[in-house]
C-alpha cells in the first residue's frame, strides 16, 4: 500500500507560480513512478507530467510542457511539481499518483485525494 498526501495548492494569479507536493508514505517510494494529474470542473481527469523512480525521466503534457516540472527526493518521499507562468485553464484539483508497474506502463495504482489550484485572470 501508499498513502499519498498532496499540498501546495492555493489561489495565484494568472503568471505567478506555485510548487505542489506530494509525501509518500507505505511502500518504497524509491521504487514507484510518480505522476501528477489534474481534473477541471466538468471536465476528465487529465495526465500533467510523470516522472521514473529515480528521476532520470519525465514526460509532460503539451499544454505544461516548458512552464511546468516534476522533481523528486526519494531521501523525503516526495514528489513535487513546479508550477510557472500559470493561466486560468491550469485552474483545478491536482492528483499525486504512484505506479507500481513502472514509468513505461502509464498506469498508475495508487491515488491522493488532491490539492485544488485556482488561477485567476
Known amino acids: 500500500q501508499v498513502q499519498l498526501v498532496e499540498s501546495g495548492g492555493g489561489l495565484v494569479q494568472a503568471g505567478g507560480s506555485l510548487r505542489l507536493s506530494c509525501a509518500a508514505s507505505g511502500r518504497t517510494f524509491s521504487n514507484n513512478a510518480m505522476g501528477w494529474f489534474r481534473q477541471a470542473p466538468g471536465k476528465e481527469r487529465e495526465f500533467v507530467a510523470s516522472?521514473?523512480?529515480?528521476?532520470?525521466?519525465?514526460y509532460y503534457a503539451d499544454s505544461v510542457k516548458g512552464r511546468f516540472t516534476i522533481s523528486r527526493d526519494n531521501a523525503k518521499n516526495t514528489v513535487y511539481l513546479q508550477t510557472s507562468s500559470l493561466k486560468p485553464e491550469d485552474t483545478a484539483v491536482y492528483y499525486c499518483?504512484?505506479?507500481?508497474?513502472?514509468?513505461?506502463?502509464?498506469?498508475?495504482?495508487?491515488w491522493g485525494q488532491g490539492t485544488q489550484v485556482t488561477v485567476s485572470s
Open positions: 499518483a504512484a505506479s507500481i508497474r513502472g514509468w513505461i506502463s502509464g498506469q498508475y495504482d495508487y
Open positions: 516522472i521514473n523512480w529515480n528521476g532520470g525521466s519525465t
